[in-house]
């Protein structure tokens, strides 16, 4: 007999052959439906009672009746649909159901039809059912595939691109469904040019697409390992290892569970010893680079909520689901199931909000924490783009709610406290917008126009909120850069990119002055300092750059420098501070880095000592650089498993270091 397995699966799912998530006490289907869920196979006859049985269920009635009196070999094929096509059912008076049929079937025990069940006690078990773990494309040539991403027989074949799964084969386990085959390109056109300009047509001169056109142009006939590193890069598979959907904070399935508030509330109590330890650990490593929560009062809002959980109000749940979430991940986000609960349980609440045309406080708060956890949780290219579309929807929201419009000089009935308390919001929101705009290639969703009156009317932040001081003066500037680079305009004059190198270098100088918190001064000077390369970069890869625009190339040169110093800081601490989780957001920004410091070392006219011999210069000699260079790579090397595109990312970076000589010292 074939192997079989217990049925665990609920009556209502079984009896309509649907998959069962085996949530307790009711699936999410059930709970959907809002009709009892039962696991108890006793209970059975009850569900047919409502729903009706089912012809494998009437078929089953009849094996089970008949080999209770020593029933005989099966019939064929033809015949158990013929006689199932004649039977018919009535409930007796217990509301039990018995089969009453016109043909043999209950009458000879030689027409019994032979069922892959059987009975163990009182259990239904049948045959167990394989998910298919090859690519589509193996599964459909019924050939072997190697279960990578792409695998080795797509890549092979030339259709690396299109190797896609039925399920997701990351660290969600297959909870989430896996994303759609990509569409496809005109193949004229994806002859001609590289997968990553077929992707990123939209993208302006903040990307690194750019710096990827340089390197090839300059590695010419020894660019083909480049292209071979690029396969992945316009494929499905960059969403393979996700701790969150790619749609979150909307549309997830498995936030049906959480609809109901028990449900929430037997989550949260789960781990209520731990909550204190994830809230601390969210304002140490997240809340001081990206100020949302109110730490002062947060601690006294939990605990209003353990005297009363179920009288809470639901907006405030879904922020502080989302709080503990990225406290959670932030403990261990190489076991990020629970943390991915807490969110899914955040998405759950925020449904049930009126956000999208009447938000408040705490709905911005909630999209702007889910913001954060889409860049942090989720180690994937995508995770950024998909980012920067949830940013337009928290910015139009932030519009309806009033935001940008709240000005201190009128009286609207609200406290000193709740207007800086929707300040500091706003600089957070426009500051994680052109964040997310730099690291994607797209224009700010915020024009730098619009700025103007509200920075205008704002008055300056004391010593107390360092960082929106900071902010303050930065993001006029930022917003202009950023806006007129990846909008497609003319580029900037030369003498206006020297107006805006000094104006960022004093923000900078005031940053280091102010900022104590050292995280905060790192991502700050992180920030600026890749704001400074983007406005450089025409300039800098310039043909004659060296000679004829020293200042932008030796500008660039140098804040790509300090930008890997940064990733090797941030990688490359004590294990208990975690802060490569802070990292985590400027990663596109490290790549950027990276190929722009490539860049200068494959310039045959680069100005650059060969040796170490050099003393007393602003810039590093080759070797030093290579060496660094070689150590981020490394770091790259550590994290190639963390996603696809981390991967794709370690290949093309080792592809262009090994087009260096091993040493420069010559």
Request: charged share 20%; net charge neutral; proline share 6%.
């Amino acid at each position: 007999m074939p192997q079989t397995r217990e049925v665990r699966t609920c009556e209502r799912c079984r009896s309509f052959k649907r998959r069962c998530d085996l949530v307790k006490p009711s699936c999410t289907r059930c709970a959907q439906a809002r009709v009892r869920c039962s696991f108890d196979v006793d209970k059975s006859a009850d569900l047919d009672t409502v729903y009706g049985p089912s012809s494998s269920e009437l078929a089953y009635s009849h094996a089970a009746a008949n080999n209770s009196d020593g029933g005989g070999p099966a019939l064929r094929g033809a015949n158990v649909s013929e006689n199932l096509s004649d039977t018919s059912t009535s409930p007796d008076e217990n509301g039990t159901f018995s089969t009453q049929s016109e043909s043999t079937i209950s009458k000879d025990p030689k027409n019994i039809p032979q069922l892959h069940v059987a009975l163990v006690g009182s259990r239904v078990v049948r045959k167990r059912k394989r998910n298919c773990v090859s690519c589509l494309r193996c599964h459909r040539l019924k050939v072997k595939c190697d279960k990578d991403l792409p695998c080795g027989r797509c890549k092979s074949s030339g259709n690396g691109r299109e190797c896609y799964y039925s399920y997701n084969k990351g660290r969600n386990e297959g909870r989430f469904s896996c994303p759609t085959a990509p569409t496809g390109t005109n193949e004229d056109e994806s002859t001609l040019l590289a997968p990553w300009q077929v992707q990123h047509k939209v993208r302006g001169s903040s990307h690194w697409r750019d710096l990827m056109a340089k390197i090839m142009s300059l590695a010419g006939k020894d660019a083909q390992p480049l292209v071979v590193a690029l396969q992945s890069i316009a494929t499905n598979a960059c969403l393979a290892n996700f701790t969150l959907p790619g749609n979150f904070p909307f549309g997830t399935p498995a936030a049906a569970k959480y609809y109901s508030r028990d449900a929430v509330v037997r989550l949260v109590n789960s781990e209520r010893n731990s909550i204190q330890g994830y809230v601390k650990m969210y304002f140490d490593m997240f809340d001081c680079v990206n100020p949302i929560v109110d730490e002062s009062i947060f601690f006294d809002e939990i605990e209003m909520y353990w005297e009363e959980p179920y009288t809470t109000n639901i907006c405030w749940m879904a922020q502080f689901l989302l709080v503990i979430g990225l406290g959670r991940f932030g403990m261990n986000e190489k076991k990020p199931a629970l943390a991915t609960e807490f969110m899914t349980a955040a998405e759950a609440c925020l449904a049930q909000t009126t956000f999208m045309f009447r938000p408040n406080m705490l709905t911005l708060k909630t999209l702007c924490l889910a913001f954060v956890a889409k860049q942090v949780c989720n180690a994937t290219c995508w995770a950024s783009d998909s980012a920067w579309s949830l940013m337009g929807l928290l910015i139009r929201t932030a519009h309806i709610y009033g935001l940008p419009e709240d000005r201190i000089d009128i009286d609207d009935g609200a406290t000193p406290k709740e207007k800086e308390t929707r300040r500091k919001l706003w600089l957070t929101i426009l500051y994680l917008d052109v964040k997310g705009a730099m690291a994607t290639g797209m224009t700010p969703l915020t024009k730098a126009d619009e700025l103007g009156s509200y920075f205008k009317q704002m008055p300056e932040w004391g010593p107390a909120n360092p960082l929106q001081g900071v902010l303050h003066q930065a993001l006029p500037t930022v917003f202009t850069v950023v806006g007129h680079l990846n909008s497609k305009q003319d580029p900037i004059s030369f003498p206006d990119v020297l107006r805006y190198n000094g104006q960022l270098r004093e923000i900078m100088g005031y940053a280091s002055r102010v900022c104590q918190n050292p995280i905060q001064k790192m991502t700050m000077d992180i920030f600026l300092r890749r704001c400074l390369m983007v406005l450089q970069r025409p300039y800098a890869l310039h043909a004659e750059g060296p000679s004829m625009f020293p200042e932008s190339y030796w500008s660039s040169l140098e804040c790509a420098l300090a930008l890997l110093m940064h990733y090797r800081d941030l990688w490359c601490n004590d294990v208990g501070l975690r802060l490569h989780l802070v990292g985590r957001a400027f990663v596109l920004d490290f790549f950027s880095a990276t190929l722009t410091t490539y860049v200068h070392l494959l310039r045959p006219d680069a100005p650059l000592t060969p040796a170490s011999t050099t003393t007393g210069a602003a810039i590093p000699p080759r070797q030093i650089i290579l060496d660094t260079l070689r150590s981020c790579v490394d770091i790259w090397e550590s994290e190639r498993e963390s996603s696809v595109c981390y991967k794709t990312g370690y290949d093309l970076l080792q592809g262009v270091l090994d087009l260096l000589p091993t040493s420069m010292d010559l």
